[in-house]
């Protein structure tokens, strides 16, 4: 006996009312097991899987890619039934994704399942230079589907999908990024519903014209959307200003250089610079105490605790991490914990704790070669170290020219708060902290 279940908006977070649906992982009428996920959705913080409340089938979708939800809202539903999930072995006797009923009434031929793929006269065999035969059983409907039509070698796509599956949203976030790629004419008699030269998904649209420019029209995230309110609002509301020093990374370089292969046979992990600046940070916010302050409404928030924030750029935008209690840290549970954080980034699995709070943040614009910025606060929060490429310069030390491997610290504060005083004293405090990094290990 069947039974219907509702696949609903679970809560997000501490001041996280709404989201926006960022795809769907199955479609109509696909099998599902319980607890598999079904959707993503996008908050302006992180985005989350919602997964299935039982196993059965994806009976109906309310909410498409790109619709805004509210926390308690219902999804879709899930028709509860006894579904064979059979996983894929080497030799596989049947398909074990049943086909969902077609959306349209127009009947088109398609190709019977069965392991020697016979091919019927009146339907083309896809033309394609990778052998696609063997593997033509092992995904659902959909995902074969979008396969076969963009003529697609699935081992260059990156699953995302339960136990490494491959998904329908894998294949369009491929095809996002490779707007050339087109339908092959030898499909075309069986895709009469399709042209060559223009194609639509869901919300993003690409257009080739015969002159072969191309324009493309995506959607804000919620997250981009979110990222962008906050930076124009903390322009709007703080007195932002910015001040700047240099550093002298030799002996650091020169401490990493000594030290890092025993380090990382020692910890299990490298040993990077982020450690240094996180400790040098923790050293001049406990120096400098204002600079680990808020405002709020007429009255000032002084924190005794060192969360920093590391900005990282993730494949859904730009995040800030909190590494906790990072004055309790040693320099091996830093870069771990850095490293951890960094790889959920990367992986979209970024939970909501991992994001919130945050005293002072630190951001690393020199892996990406710049030279010089000026960072922007992330509100509340009162200051912001802009860190940058490190860069051989001619410097005089000692009266004599030197070459030295040398860094621009940019330093961002809100001005209502903290005076000028006040933050060149805390920039100083991180430049000797980094070149005499013996020193500050002595508390000298």
């Known amino acids: 006996m069947s039974q219907q279940l509702e696949i609903k908006v679970p809560t997000l977070g501490e001041s996280v009312t709404e989201a926006t649906v960022a795809r769907w992982l199955k479609e109509i009428g696909e099998p599902v097991k319980a607890d598999e996920p079904l ?8 985005t989350l899987e919602v997964p299935a409340p ?100 699935p081992s260059l796509i990156m699953p995302t999908g339960k136990g490494g599956r491959l998904t329908k949203g894998d294949i369009l976030d491929y095809l996002e990024q490779n707007p050339r790629l087109e339908i092959p004419s030898q499909n075309l008699s069986s895709q009469p519903d399709l042209e060559v030269k223009e ?82 940070c923790v050293h001049a916010l406990k120096e400098i105490p204002m600079m680990n302050s808020q405002i709020e409404g007429d009255e000032i928030v002084h924190k005794n605790y060192y969360d920093i924030g590391i900005a990282v750029s993730a494949p859904q935008g730009l995040v800030v991490p909190v590494l906790r209690d990072a004055d309790h840290l040693s320099y091996a549970q830093v870069e771990k914990t850095i490293t951890a954080l960094g790889q959920k980034a990367k992986e979209n699995k970024l939970e909501m704790t991992d994001l919130s709070g945050g005293t002072f943040t630190i951001s690393n614009g020199g892996i990406f070669g710049s030279l010089l910025s000026t960072p922007i606060l992330n509100p509340p929060q009162s200051g912001i170290l802009g860190m940058h490429k ?30 000028g005083r006040e933050a060149v004293t805390f920039l100083v405090q991180i430049k000797e902290c980094i070149e005499n990094p013996g020193r500050f290990l002595l508390n000298l």
């Open 39 to 46: 959707v993503e959705l996008e908050t302006d913080k992180v």
């Open 54 to 153: 039982s196993s059965g089938v994806l009976e109906s979708i309310f909410s498409n890619r790109g619709s805004a939800v509210k926390i308690g809202g219902v999804l879709g539903m899930v028709r509860a039934v006894e579904v064979q999930m059979t996983s894929v072995k080497p030799k596989i006797q049947e398909n074990p994704f049943p086909t969902p009923q077609p959306k349209h009434t127009e009947t088109k031929p398609s190709i019977p399942h069965s392991t020697s793929l016979p091919v019927s006269p009146s339907i083309p065999a896809p033309a394609s230079v990778h052998d696609f035969s063997s593997s033509l059983l092992e995904y659902p409907p959909s995902v074969q589907k979008l396969l076969n039509d963009y003529n697609l070698d």
């Open 199 to 280: 194609w639509n998904y869901e919300e993003e649209t690409v257009t080739e014209s015969s002159d072969e420019r191309l324009e493309k029209r995506i959607p804000l995230s919620r997250l981009r959307q979110r990222v962008a309110e906050r930076l124009k609002d903390a322009q709007n509301t703080a007195a932002i200003l910015t001040t700047f020093n240099e550093v002298d990374m030799s002996a650091v370089m020169d401490l990493r250089a000594r030290y890092k292969d025993v380090f990382e046979k020692k910890h299990g992990v490298k040993l990077g610079f982020m450690s240094f600046f996180v400790k040098a």
């Open 390 to 419: 490190i860069q051989d310069r001619p410097v005089v030390v000692n009266g004599k020219i030197e070459i030295r491997p040398m860094m621009y610290l940019a330093l961002s504060y809100d001005h209502r708060l903290i005076d």
